[in-house]
């Protein structure tokens, strides 16, 4: 397992404030003969329809020198995650890139970032770090 990302806490804190059960942390995600570790599981019911909700969360800081590296880094983890769900059929069958505020309203509105995100299908949960607080689902 890797190392936690600098806003773990303040991602999960903005989960568990949104009323979000978090129920894996990190999360063992297993196909065959790979293991990998998402940052989170979580679940909320969702009261319209009386279904759960279950998503994985990536958790990403974009705090090196190169954020297209940050990005390549992101992009391949999550692709490979989301590839890994689907083989798998896990029970969690969506998966969130979540990302601090100040990232999204910068590099992600660079409009070759935007291309790539849309043409990749990334879903993404907007956090603001510092109220640890959601700002936006994005998918």
């Known amino acids: 397992m890797s190392a936690k990302d600098i806003y773990h806490t303040a991602v999960k804190n903005a989960f568990i404030k949104d009323g979000w059960t978090i129920t894996a942390d990190p999360y063992p995600l297993e196909y065959e003969d790979i ?18 909700r279950k998503i994985i969360i990536e958790i990403k800081s974009f705090i090196s020198p190169s954020l297209i590296q940050d990005f390549e880094k992101a992009l391949g983890q999550y692709i490979l995650y989301r590839n890994l769900i689907q083989l798998a059929q896990d029970e969690y069958q969506e998966i969130y890139l979540a990302i601090k505020d100040g990232i999204y309203e910068t590099f992600f509105q660079r409009k070759s970032i935007k291309e790539i995100v849309k043409l990749n299908q990334l879903s993404l949960v907007v956090i603001n770090m510092e109220r640890e607080e959601i700002v936006e689902w994005i998918n």
């Open 35 to 52: 293991e990998l570790y998402p940052d989170l599981a979580i679940e909320k019911l969702i009261s319209e329809t009386n279904t759960q």
